[in-house]
């Protein structure tokens, strides 16, 4: 590839990012577009392991580390196996639970193993690397980190970021107040082990990400940079990457993939635009023409369903997406006869559900009353004469209808549905 063409795919990379809105403050623009043009340069991003798995808020960050790598650099994925230990008051009122060494360990393999779906650990030329800042946190002794490093810092200066100042009238303890200067020391490792060059982050770690900068400069100098991502926001004011079942995880064993489309296909009109742009790696072209079918015809949803497809696939896979639009169709249509045991468990699996012991057949009132679905045998009846009960997606009409084992779908669930859209799982047996 000639200079001219990797320098218009690099100045193409950071028009990209501002078009998307990924640029939320930047440390050195031109230094940045300069270093893009003249090196293939190493960045990192940073991941603390507070849980066994990383939730959408983490999605951003992960998908401008891949940007990077598709514009031909190398991206480092940093896992906090120490700073894990620590905990990061950016962002928070209230001190972090500390965790358990094993339990931080374990958190640990399982961000990293998240985090391989995401990026090219295995081509030629610029192949990403993922590291845990315990391997040089935890041989850091007490003197040498306050005579090397803490020397570096004043109080004063620390008491000045925005991550430290906001929780000075609830109280920090030393802890979490030494949280920046492990970060810091993280940048400068990378720095001087691997050449890494920038640290992204979100718009709260600016003051842990110039922090970095500052001992590099520091503790043997040569020039970095910083860059955050905005914090993602929804126009309801409600925060983003929750639903109503709790957070939008990116396993698929704490939300299903099915769970995971659904929350993207109900995103409101006014983010999904800016959504696409964060979250896909859409042309500007096939956003504009979303965004133009979103002003002229919203009701058709069509800018919705791309970010459910584009981001379950990023995430799960193609099956997935094949998977979750099936289950949709299904429970629009009511017709859930079609759907695989895996599929229909996923479907229902925020839907109420209600265990029997086995027998032959059951009077479809009491299933009714049994699953929660009527307060009574006698609202039950109404319902049924109303025409409102489906029984696996076929309406009744018989108020003394049974339901026979032969009926039951892949041979030990009922699916009730009462109106348009309660539903219950009726499973037999143990």
Known sequence: M???????????????????????????????????????????????????????????????????????????????????????????????????TDTVAQWTDSLKRQLSRFLDFEVDENPAKLVSNYDWIAPLDVITFLR??????????????????????????????????????DFHKLHEEYGCSLQIGGSDQWGNITAGLDLIGKMGGGHAIGLTMPLVTKSDGKKFGKSESGAIWLDRSKTSAYQFYQFWINTDDNDVIKFLKYFTFLTREQIEELESELKNQPEKRAAQRELAREVTRLVHGEDAVVSAEKITQALFSGDVTQLSEDELVEALQDMPTTLLDEQEETGLIDLLVAAGLAPSRRQAKQDIESGAVYVNGGKQSGIDSVIKADQRLHGKYVVLRRGKKNYALVRYGS
């Open 2 to 100: 000639t200079n001219e063409a990797v320098n218009a795919i690099n100045a193409d990379l950071l028009d990209d990012l501002e078009y998307r809105g990924l640029i939320y403050q930047i440390t050195d623009r031109d230094g940045l577009l300069k270093k893009l043009s003249d090196e293939r340069i190493v960045l990192y991003c940073g991941f603390d392991p507070t849980a066994d798995s990383l939730h959408i808020g983490s999605l951003l960050p992960i998908l401008c580390l891949r940007r990077f790598q598709m514009a031909g650099h190398i991206p480092l994925a940093l896992v906090g196996g120490g700073t894990g230990l620590i905990g990061d008051p950016s962002g928070r009122s209230t001190e972090r639970s500390l965790n358990t």
């Open 148 to 185: 090397d490093v803490g020397k570096n810092f004043t109080v004063n200066y620390m008491l000045a970021k925005d991550s430290v100042d906001s929780r000075l009238s609830q109280g920090i303890s030393f802890t979490e107040f030494s949280y920046m200067v492990l970060q810091a020391y």
